[in-house]
T-cell receptor, first 112, second 116 residues
């Protein structure tokens, strides 16, 4: 069975501080990993995915298959980064199945 | 707005009543998904359509739940004999069929169901 764990429900940092949102997964194959973000009163939207290996809004995430982790990082947090962040896994790459498995989310609060 | 749309945005019903939600995907997307999200949790997968074919169903989708996508465009999710445990946000998502697109899914605003 596949599982995504986000151990922190809330992460509070000051503006300009580094941010790391943790995500660990359990899956035996080759997953596709995503970070989705939900800003206040907005819909869930994709932030980034590991196969594109890009940086969005200053955020990066590296898939570590040895540690089964996909932590989200940003060197200098901004107040507008305050939101709910969800890590998600897809088994698509090796099973063809498309259901996303989400973690329970981490709320990031960036204080001024 | 050319994103995924859902109707209604809010629904309050009494236990035992039937409810139906509608999802309109992004027009060029042939894949459509339903998820359920309860307070403090991430979305949980319910079912997935490719065009009009329902290809995946979660064990969460009990026999009181049924989803359809008859013409491969919009989809409906019906819950019969609602229970208080059905209270949740019901999310719809869609994705395109493109080589190399991976499994990026675009989400709608959700329908919040409250069962009294």
């Amino acid at each position: 069975a596949q599982r995504v764990t986000q151990p922190e429900k809330l992460l509070s940092v000051f503006k300009g501080a580094p941010v790391e949102l943790k995500c660990n997964y359990s899956y035996s194959g080759s997953p596709e990993l995503f970070w989705y973000v939900q800003y206040s009163r907005q819909r869930l939207q994709l932030l980034l995915r590991h196969i594109s290996r890009e940086s969005i809004k200053g955020f990066t995430a590296d898939l570590n298959k040895g540690e089964t982790s996909f932590h989200l990082k940003k060197p200098f947090a901004q107040e507008e980064d305050s939101a709910m962040y969800y890590c998600a896994l897809s088994p698509l790459l090796d099973t063809g199945r498309r259901a996303l498995t989400f973690g329970s989310g981490t709320r990031l609060q960036v204080q001024p | 707005d050319t994103g995924v749309s859902q109707d209604p945005r809010h629904k309050i019903t009494k236990r035992g009543q039937n409810v139906t939600f509608r999802c309109d995907p992004i027009s060029e997307h042939n894949r459509l998904y339903w998820y359920r999200q309860t307070l403090g949790q991430g979305p949980e997968f319910l079912t997935y359509f490719q065009n009009e074919a329902q290809l995946e169903k979660s064990r969460l989708l009990s026999d009181r739940f049924s989803a359809e996508r008859p013409k491969g465009s919009f989809s409906t999710l019906e819950i019969q004999r609602t229970e208080q445990g059905d209270s949740a946000m019901y999310l719809c998502a869609s994705s395109p069929e493109e080589a190399g697109a991976g499994n990026e899914q675009f989400f709608g605003p959700g329908t919040r169901l409250t069962v009294l």
